[in-house]
């Protein structure tokens, strides 16, 4: 992945995350339980993938899978 291609990978996952932050104001003034509980999950891994903790790929996910077993 370029530079650019990472800053605007970057910026997308950055709006993703914001808007799952709102989608989750909407759902708690709902009260929706689980769908908050759903949505901030989301936007946890949202906020890994733009701090580096994780990949943004799940075939990027290194795997402790024993050999013949695929991801």
């Given at each position: 992945m370029t530079s650019q291609n990472n800053g605007e990978?970057?910026?997308?996952?950055?709006?993703?995350?914001?808007?799952?932050?709102e989608l989750r104001a909407v759902a708690e003034a709902e009260g929706c339980a689980m769908l908050c509980y759903l949505i901030e999950m989301a936007y946890v891994e949202a906020g890994d993938i733009q701090l580096g903790r994780r990949p943004s790929r799940v075939r990027d996910i290194k795997s402790d899978a024993p050999p013949g077993v695929s991801m």
């Amino acid at each position: 992945m370029t530079s650019q291609n990472n800053g605007e990978h970057m910026e997308n996952i950055a709006y993703v995350r914001h808007m799952l932050g709102e989608l989750r104001a909407v759902a708690e003034a709902e009260g929706c339980a689980m769908l908050c509980y759903l949505i901030e999950m989301a936007y946890v891994e949202a906020g890994d993938i733009q701090l580096g903790r994780r990949p943004s790929r799940v075939r990027d996910i290194k795997s402790d899978a024993p050999p013949g077993v695929s991801m």
